[in-house]
């Protein structure tokens, strides 16, 4: 089955800075990766996903790039806000809709 | 109604009784998921119900048992658990099933306790 390795565990920026999180997966028939935020207590809610016939998409301040030959995939957060710490986790769809989870990282802004 | 729900949102129960988690969807998706979620953990799959038909087991024991009504509906029934199945149980739906890549989208969870 799939196996997705997620770094780093933590992380923690200033207000404003960047934040990248990266995620490798182990099946190169995998086609879709999804980012989750959840924050304490809550959900996990979608915040960006793609496909494999894509490179890179962004939505506002949230990016997300793939690598498919190197079988890796990166979260990309800029100009950080206080609202944004939560604990972000990346996932990889196997055959079946399953989705296999990375084990997230804590994410810290700092104000 | 654009949401997955979840009842209750939280529940304790001893190890001798039975017990019943509701999810409900009016999205029309066609694909139903529970996941299972440990403190400081990531969600791992239970169960995949694809048209109102279980697709995956993920060899969850026998004392969570899996229930499709109809395609807005999914329950899960528990008897005789144990204390490490204490956990946030997620409740996903998805619009495409049968295979087909498409986005999950979570309920709220129920916090359950095993006492």
């Known amino acids: 089955g799939e196996n997705v390795e997620q770094h780093p565990s933590t992380l923690s920026v200033q207000e404003g800075d960047s934040a990248v999180i990266k995620c490798t997966y182990s099946d190169s028939a995998s086609n879709y990766f999804p980012w989750y935020k959840q924050e304490l207590g809550k959900r996990p809610q979608l915040i960006i996903d793609?496909?494999?016939?894509?490179g890179e998409k962004k939505d506002q301040r949230i990016a997300v790039t793939l690598n498919k030959t190197a079988k890796h995939f990166s979260l990309h957060i800029t100009e950080t806000q206080p609202e944004d710490s939560a604990v972000y986790f990346c996932a990889v769809m196997e055959y079946g809709n399953k989705l296999v989870f990375g084990a997230g990282t804590i994410l810290r802004v700092k104000s | 109604d654009t949401e997955v729900t979840q009842t209750p949102k939280h529940l304790v129960m001893g190890m001798t009784n039975k017990k019943s988690l509701k999810c409900e969807q009016h999205?029309?998706?066609?694909?139903m998921y529970w996941y299972k979620q440990k403190a400081k953990k990531p969600p791992e799959l239970m169960f995949v119900y694809s048209y109102e038909k279980l697709s995956i087991n993920e060899s969850v024991p026998s004392r969570f048992s899996p229930e499709c009504p109809n395609s807005s509906l999914l329950n899960l029934h528990l008897h005789a658990l144990q204390p490490e199945d204490s956990a946030l149980y997620l409740c996903?739906?998805?619009?495409?099933?049968?295979?087909?890549?498409?986005?999950?989208?979570f309920g709220p969870g129920t916090r359950l306790t095993v006492l």
């Open positions: 793609i496909r494999s016939n894509v």
């Open positions: 996903a739906s998805s619009l495409l099933a049968g295979g087909v890549t498409d986005t999950q989208y």
């Open positions: 999205m029309g998706h066609r694909a």
